[in-house]
């Protein structure tokens, strides 16, 4: 049984960075990809970023504009999200995903919430 658990949210306060870390559990075998979503109470999960396992590209939503930075450990199956200079506006529920081909994605963490104050 494949399980996501993520970890590094908290309370910060606007500009400071937080590491989230999304620990892979239960993979028999390599996963098309790995990423980061964030969801707002209310409004629909937003793509954050995308780690491709199989050559290393990644890629980002439009609104990151470079302040996150997605990375992964392949041997211990260790996906993280790094973010600088957070806003009011990044306050949402983040959570990890696993792709296992090039469509949606099949497996889903738990969340951990980020809540950047003004």
């Known amino acids: 049984q494949v399980q996501l658990v993520e970890s590094g949210g908290g309370l910060v306060q606007a500009g400071a960075s937080l590491r989230l870390s999304c620990a892979a559990s239960?993979?028999?075998?390599?996963?098309?990809?790995m990423g980061w979503f964030r969801q707002v109470s209310g409004k629909e999960r937003e793509f954050i970023a995308g780690?491709?396992?199989?050559?290393?590209?990644?890629y980002y939503g439009d609104f990151v504009k470079g302040r996150f930075t997605i990375s992964g450990d392949n041997a211990k199956n260790m996906l993280y999200l790094q973010m600088n200079s957070l806003k009011p506006e990044d306050t949402a529920v983040y959570y990890c995903?696993?792709?296992?081909?090039?469509?949606?994605?099949?497996?889903w963490g738990q969340g951990t919430q980020v809540t950047v104050s003004s």
């Open positions: 995903a696993v792709w296992l081909k090039n469509d949606s994605p099949r497996y």
């Open positions: 239960g993979l028999t075998f390599r996963p098309y990809a």
């Open positions: 780690l491709n396992w199989g050559d290393g590209n990644t």
